[in-house]
């Protein structure tokens, strides 16, 4: 987070949006450190599933007086809560949910994206059930042939698709360790920070068709079909 604080605007009201927040420990932690330690005015939005944890997070903001603060139960994918965000952050929002985080984060025209991906399991599913000799050639079979190394490789797909994928949305993308291998094997964080140059999709098109994976975040980002937006 300290890394993006030169993206962020100190002049003004900044929304913060934390898909799938759970417990919240890292939510009441960016609240404490944007507000309380380095003071900017921030409203931080905490989005999950489960009521009684949604319950209990308000709860905690009131008696720590975290005025802006507010937690509220919803799904990522049908959140209109909001017309802009400074900042979308999910943390281990499993497969698919993380593309609808990314999209809804591109379509609030989201200065900073912080998405650590979790479960991946889109891309791999496709793989199990392809016919390899008709997706590629066979090629891939030392990968393909043992379930592990497949999980594994979809993971590596989907999240370089997803990077690439802002970058044509007009974002400066990286893939990066956040934290330890020891505390976690999911500790690949995409960050994205919106600079509006957008780069080429060919490359992706490419990639998609040579694999036959069906993403949906190709979908969410091209809904009316991929080849007319290529370039």
């Given at each position: 987070v300290e890394d993006i604080l030169p993206q962020l605007d100190k002049d003004r009201e900044l929304t913060l949006l934390d898909f799938g927040c759970g417990k919240s420990y890292l939510t009441f932690a960016m609240y404490y450190y944007l507000h309380e330690l380095k003071g900017y005015d921030i409203r931080i939005i905490g989005l999950d599933l489960k009521t009684d944890v949604i319950l209990h997070c308000n709860?905690?903001?009131k008696k720590y007086g975290y005025e802006?603060?507010?937690?509220?139960?919803?799904?990522?994918a049908d959140y209109e809560g909001v017309n802009e965000v400074d900042v979308v952050v999910t943390l281990h929002a499993c497969d698919t949910a993380?593309?609808?985080?990314?999209?809804?984060?591109?379509?609030?025209?989201?200065?900073?994206i912080l998405s650590?991906?979790?479960?991946?399991?889109?891309?791999?599913?496709?793989?199990?059930?392809?016919?390899?000799t008709q997706c590629y050639d066979g090629c891939l079979d030392p990968i393909m042939d043992y379930g592990l190394l497949r999980e594994r490789f979809a993971?590596?797909?989907?999240?370089?698709?997803?990077?690439?994928?802002?970058?044509a949305?007009?974002?400066?993308?990286?893939v990066l360790e956040f934290i330890d291998m020891e505390h976690?094997?999911?500790?690949?964080?995409?960050?994205?920070?919106?600079?509006?140059k957008k780069k080429s999709a060919d490359e992706l098109s490419r990639m998609t068709e040579a694999l036959h994976a069906d993403l949906t975040l190709e979908k969410l980002f091209y809904p009316q079909g991929f080849e007319r937006e290529k370039g």
């Open positions: 709860e905690l903001a802006k603060l507010t937690f509220l139960v919803g799904d990522i993380t593309d609808y985080a990314l999209a809804k984060a591109i379509g609030w025209n989201a200065k900073v650590v991906p979790c479960c991946q399991h889109e891309v791999n599913g496709q793989f199990a059930k392809a016919d390899k993971a590596l797909v989907t999240d370089g698709l997803r990077a690439k994928y802002l970058e949305a007009g974002y400066d993308t990286q976690t094997p999911k500790n690949l964080m995409i960050r994205a920070v919106k600079t509006g």
